[in-house]
């Protein structure tokens, strides 16, 4: 079983663009969402331009993820260690309110944990968290809590893991997890822009022996199988 997934953090408007990509192309991502910052818009300057960070309303979300899954990056991109259990519920108690869907994925903020925070996690509604070490491998995770992607979608290793995903037998259990933030695509670095995201999209879509997954049903079809 050959099981493709992709993820988006941060909520920010492209994210509306990446869905529609992905509706197009037949896939589907899971997109961690930083619950109380729905809707803000706060001056920054990136890609050497002054810009504006602008997350995505809390009123859309039902339609802008349409087919998606919605899971958390916590309240404010941030882990209290003082507060924690109390924090995440929150986070997914608001997503789940906000967007219709049964929330229960977490991305941890800036990917890092320790494991008190693991040992937390297994006590709330959670039933998953994804950090942000690319493995540049395609086995399945050990740990849901401590689940890492495979690669970034702007990678140099990226193509040749595609390539080995796509080139093996429909029996092999493989698991190739895509991540980024769509933000990320208005780099004008070639690699990282919207012409190569989708160059990425045309390449892996329509495959007969590729399962296309949100993180949770990829989670759930692994642990079927296991």
């Known amino acids: 079983m050959k099981i493709l997934t992709f993820s988006f953090d941060?909520?920010?408007v492209y994210d509306r663009q990446v869905c529609r990509l992905l509706r197009a192309y037949g896939m589907q991502a899971t997109f961690y969402l930083i619950s109380a910052q729905l809707g803000i818009r706060v001056p920054f300057h990136r890609y050497g331009k002054d810009t504006v960070v602008e997350r995505v309303s809390a009123e859309e979300l039902p339609t802008t993820y349409r087919?998606?899954?919605?899971?958390?990056?916590?309240?404010?991109?941030h882990l209290d260690a003082f507060n924690l259990k109390a924090e995440i519920e929150a986070s997914l108690a608001e997503l789940s309110a906000f967007s219709g869907q049964e929330v229960h994925g977490l991305a941890y903020p800036g990917g890092e944990y320790t494991p008190e925070i693991?040992?937390?996690?297994?006590?709330?509604?959670?039933?998953?968290?994804?950090?942000?070490?690319?493995?540049?491998?395609?086995?399945?995770p050990e740990n849901w809590y401590a689940w890492q992607p495979t690669c970034h979608y702007a990678e140099a290793e990226t193509p040749m893991l595609i390539k080995r995903f796509l080139s093996a037998p429909e029996s092999e259990d493989l698991l190739l997890h895509i991540?980024?933030?769509?933000?990320?695509m208005t780099n004008?670095?070639?690699?990282?822009?919207?012409?190569?995201?989708?160059?990425?999209?045309?390449?892996?879509?329509?495959?007969?022996?590729?399962?296309?997954a949100t993180n949770s049903e990829a989670m759930r079809r692994i642990c079927e199988r296991n």
């Not at 087919?67 to 991109?77: F, K, L, Y």
Request: proline share 3%; aromatic share 12%.
């Open 188 to 212: 004008p670095d070639r690699h990282h822009g919207w012409v190569y995201f989708e160059s990425l999209l045309k390449l892996l879509s329509g495959r007969q022996d590729v399962v296309y």
């Open 67 to 77: 087919g998606m899954e919605i899971a958390s990056h916590t309240r404010n991109h």
């Open 118 to 140: 693991l040992e937390t996690l297994q006590h709330t509604s959670a039933a998953y968290a994804r950090g942000a070490s690319p493995t540049h491998s395609l086995g399945f």
């Open 10 to 12: 941060d909520c920010e």
């Open 179 to 184: 991540f980024g933030h769509s933000y990320e």
